[in-house]
């Protein structure tokens, strides 16, 4: 069923968060192809070629398929495809592919950081150092950070116990080694009933602790993608007015207990605790949340496997906000940004709404609302995968 605002969404807009992207377009051919282009320019840190990649790429769900005859008239019109992007688009149409492409997936400088990538906590810089070292493989990395495929032992209480206290290094370092000695597990995609059986089991053991909050599973699951990498859930508290102040602190208390229970084995990082953001500088938002390692209670038969668990605390005022940021895309999010600074002098993001010339905040009471109050038209989820 097509969501019934999809007719005001244009195709044309400069912002992808007015603009209609499905998960999958009749353009995926050609987006594979550019998005290892923009994966390539990410990797080597040139950051303003990839974005371009990355726009031309949110452009192309261009309704229907991109063909010689709707080239020049339609495609041309679109923002982003600037002269160099419609030869590639050009050059797919006549021959099904682009050269620079199948330059890039024989690099094998580009296998090697494109492998480092996969593990959280690595990025491209850290990814390019260690390359540098003359490290090509993740097996060199294992050896590297001295862990052993499979095992990861944490002192997990201690690691909560210093949230908030630790350098940034530390919690880079301690996030790659977990994610690496798990990285088997890490690569298997969740379906989306398993999403579903640990938001469950998450929002079983929290009423345990704190009654009466309410969640929503964000991320890759809510745009629809039949398997996620990792589960994203937005936390918060049905009462309006007494809310936030049970959520306040709740993500250390409650991460403490998921570990009692054997359910969070591992975290990686916990943050919003001393990181005052009060002025609303930084564009990631100060959101108490827990990054994890969790696994599924089982019967014994079998191993359960490893999952990334992604949990974010929001007081009421702020939860629409939340669950839009944390739905993403990362793109979609970005271009929301930008679009409420200039077109309505608003600043936004997971945190919260605020005006810019008198920092009012503003609390949507529904997702619609946080719409509304941008000036946009309401995207549904499934069509944020710009
Ligand atoms: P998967 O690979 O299946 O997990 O896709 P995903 O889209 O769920 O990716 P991910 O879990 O990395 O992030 C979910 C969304 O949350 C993204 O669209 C990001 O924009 C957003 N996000 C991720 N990390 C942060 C963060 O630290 N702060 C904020 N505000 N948003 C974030
Ligand atoms: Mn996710
Ligand atoms: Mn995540």
Partial sequence: PQPADISLLTHTSRY???????????????????????????????????????????????????????????????????????????EFIKTGQINETQGILTSSRFQALSAFTTIHGIGPHTARKLYNLGLRTLEDLERYYEVEPGRCGQETLAVI?????????????????????????FSQTIPRAEVEE?????????????????????????????????????????????????????????????????????VMHLSGFHEHNALRTHHWDSLEKALTVFVLPGDGSQRRVYRRLDLIFAAPQVFWTAVVGWTGSTMFQRDLRLYAKQQKGFKFDSSGISRRHDSKLFFPKTEREVFELLGLVYVHPTLRNA
Avoid at 221 to 237: A, E, M
């Fill in 16 to 90: 992808c968060c007015c603009r209609a992207s499905p998960l999958v377009c009749p353009n995926q051919g050609l987006i594979k192809q550019l998005d290892k282009i923009k994966e390539a320019r990410n990797l080597e840190g040139e950051e303003r070629s990839m974005l371009s990649y990355a726009r031309a790429i949110s452009v192309s769900p261009f309704p229907h398929v991109i063909t010689h005859s709707n080239l020049k008239r339609e495609i041309s019109k679109l923002p982003y495809l600037g002269e160099k992007l419609l030869s590639m688009v050009e």
């Fill in 161 to 185: 116990e210093a949230a908030g206290r630790e350098s940034d290094e530390a919690i880079v370092e301690r996030s790659i080694k977990v994610a690496l000695a798990l990285r088997h597990d």
């Fill in 198 to 266: 640990m938001n469950r089991v998450v929002m079983s053991e929290l009423e345990q602790i704190e009654q009466g909050c309410k969640s929503i599973v964000v991320g890759g699951y809510r745009r629809g993608k039949p398997q996620s990498n990792d589960v994203d859930i937005v936390i918060s508290h049905r009462n309006w007015e007494s809310g936030a102040g049970k959520i306040k602190g709740l993500c250390k208390r409650f991460v403490r207990r998921l570990h009692e229970r054997g359910l969070v084995t591992h």
